[in-house]
């Protein structure tokens, strides 16, 4: 039987191929097909009958971990394969290391016949001394290539093109693949998870609500279209969300209308894997497709989640207040808790209270829901009413400064910018020119990589400053824009009778809360409230507003009174 199965193993011979997109510079003698025919046609006229063909089809040579090759190294080990045919020894591998240990080591101990037909090696006719040189120079061809492609990259990413495929809620515009439009049946799921984020319901409770109402999940959304996208599908039950893949949603920029680019690298062309680039490393193109959410609202939703962990009710219900109460003492969050005995009291107190040696705040702030409440209402009834009746008298005070001054700082930003970008456009040209003539071989390598590190250390200073003053562009701009929304939000809850939490995440950025204190007699409590983009405002004593005198029963003989503090 031993014999038989040496018999067998003599016939046998891998072919190998392999395409990647490298590869596909080099014309149609490096397709797939047409390397199946050549090796076939060779292998038999060696007298090989019995050929198994090893494919990794758009795979580069760079790394070893392809499917079909590391097949083809199982095959030999458990020796079934006497022979490996390949077009070239750049089929085996584009790693100089790698394919040398191959060559040299693993194919001899174990009696691999080797034939690379288009660098007429073939192992059983002796060795070939000029096969480690070919194995160096597939690997300079692998470097090169990736080096030009990261130039090509780089120009494309910085001219603000989408790099990535669109996320969730968008799709390729078919008229100009290189631009988004909304895919409205997605977009209606984005949009509903952002207005039940701002209605303060956790991620959590949002991908079991998506779950129950047989929402399917992105991945599995793009399979039912017929969209191939990576990651592990589940077409039995296509809707099972979970609170990761909510807040990815969450955190896309992209939603606003914006392109950003370079969110990832590698750090070497060997390397495939990718890192999470820094902020400060990204390319940001605002307002580049249609926004599926308000840039205000996804503003505010980055600034919430960046808070304290919201507190629980006994019930399992968030309160609406956590996260937004900070004492005014120690800066500390407040905590959310209930009465044991009576959960219908619940109240918030400093986290720095109390805490053994790490206490941090001297007196306890505490707080009641209830007249938080009436408090909050209190005072956005107010402010409504301030807004609607004394427009032009609210617009001042939200505006706070000059805006003819703003104006003028707005244009000198404005128009070194334009100066720096019209530069950096240059720079990309100048980058695609080097580019070019090197490929054509106008200039060599080493001007060509002198003049590349030239052009992009220069243009690294330009994006560095770009940035900076896009920045502040986009503050003053967010400012004015965040402004005429906050007064349209206020307008918006002008008739309101009940607080909510979509109410106070549009309106109120944070809550400062005093201790308690006697004051002619009486048990005063007194809060600031800092509105969304304008701060804490006061509001002036005008008889036509609607004063705000709460006062509460704490406990038989204590009563608790609210006082504003000035803005």
Request: aromatic share 10%; glycine share 6%.
């Amino acid at each position: 039987m031993k014999r038989s199965n040496n018999k067998q193993k003599e016939i046998t011979a891998a072919l190998y191929v392999r395409l990647s997109r490298d590869d596909n510079l080099e014309g149609d003698s490096y397709s797939i097909v047409n390397q199946k025919k050549l090796l076939t046609k060779i292998a038999k006229e060696k007298g090989y009958t019995n050929l198994l063909i090893f494919c990794d089809d758009g795979i580069s040579g760079v790394t070893m971990e392809r499917p079909g090759y590391k097949a083809m190294i199982e095959a030999i080990e458990n020796n079934k394969i006497s022979a490996v045919f390949v077009k070239d020894l750049s089929r085996l591998g584009r790693n100089y290391i790698e394919v040398g240990k191959l060559t040299e080591e693993f194919f001899p101990d174990h009696d691999i016949r080797l034939v690379a037909v288009s660098d007429n090696i073939d192992t059983q006719e002796g060795e070939n001394e000029l096969a480690p040189i070919k194995n160096l120079f597939n690997e300079w061809y692998a470097r090169d290539i990736s080096k030009k492609r990261r130039i090509s990259y780089k120009i494309k990413g910085n001219s603000g093109e989408p790099l990535g495929a669109p996320p969730y809620g968008y799709m390729r515009n078919p008229d100009n693949p290189k631009f988004w439009i909304i895919d409205e049946e997605a977009a209606a799921v984005v949009r509903r998870i952002f207005n039940m984020t701002m209605n303060g319901i956790g991620t959590e409770q949002i991908a079991e609500t998506l779950e129950k109402d047989k929402i399917m999940t992105p991945i599995n959304y793009w399979a039912s279209k017929g969209i191939n996208r990576p990651g592990k599908k589940n077409p039995e039950y296509p809707y099972l969300w979970n609170s990761s893949t909510v807040i990815y949603i969450l955190d896309l920029q992209e939603y606003c209308g914006d392109v950003i680019n370079f969110k990832t690298y590698s750090k070497s062309y060997k390397n495939k894997k990718r890192f999470a680039n820094d902020k400060e490393n990204q390319a940001v193109f605002k307002d580049v497709h249609e926004p599926i959410i308000e840039r205000a609202v996804w503003e505010k939703i980055q600034s919430k989640r960046g808070k304290t962990r919201k507190r629980k009710k006994a019930d399992g219900e968030k309160n609406m207040f956590s996260g937004l109460l900070v004492c005014a003492d120690c800066g500390s969050n407040l905590w959310y808790h209930f009465n044991q005995k009576n959960h219908d009291i619940q109240y918030f107190n400093c986290s720095g209270y109390n805490k053994g040696d790490r206490k941090i705040c001297s007196s306890t702030h505490y707080i009641r829901v209830d007249f938080l409440e009436r408090v909050v209402l209190g005072e956005i009834r107010r402010l409504t009413k301030f807004a609607t009746q004394y427009e032009t008298e609210f617009a001042q005070i939200v505006m706070g400064h000059s805006i003819q001054t703003a104006e003028q700082e707005r244009r000198m930003k404005q128009k070194e910018l334009n100066s720096l970008t019209s530069r950096d456009k240059e720079l990309d040209v100048l980058f695609e020119k080097i580019y070019e003539d090197n490929v054509s071989g106008k200039i060599s390598d080493e001007r060509f990589s002198k003049l590349s590190v030239k052009y992009d250390a220069e243009q690294k200073e330009l994006n560095i400053r770009i940035k900076e003053l896009q920045d502040e562009l986009d503050k003053d701009t967010n400012k004015s824009v965040s402004t005429d929304m906050f007064m349209t939000s206020v307008r918006k809850y002008t008739r309101a009778r009940k607080l909510t939490p979509k109410m106070l995440n549009e309106l109120i950025e944070k809550i400062e809360v005093y201790q308690a204190e006697e004051i002619d007699g009486k048990r005063i409590q007194r809060l600031k409230i800092h509105y969304n983009c304008i701060g804490s405002i006061e509001i002036p004593n005008i008889d036509k507003l609607p004063e705000n005198n709460v006062s509460v029963h704490t406990r038989q003989g204590v009563d608790i009174h609210y006082a504003a503090c000035a803005g």
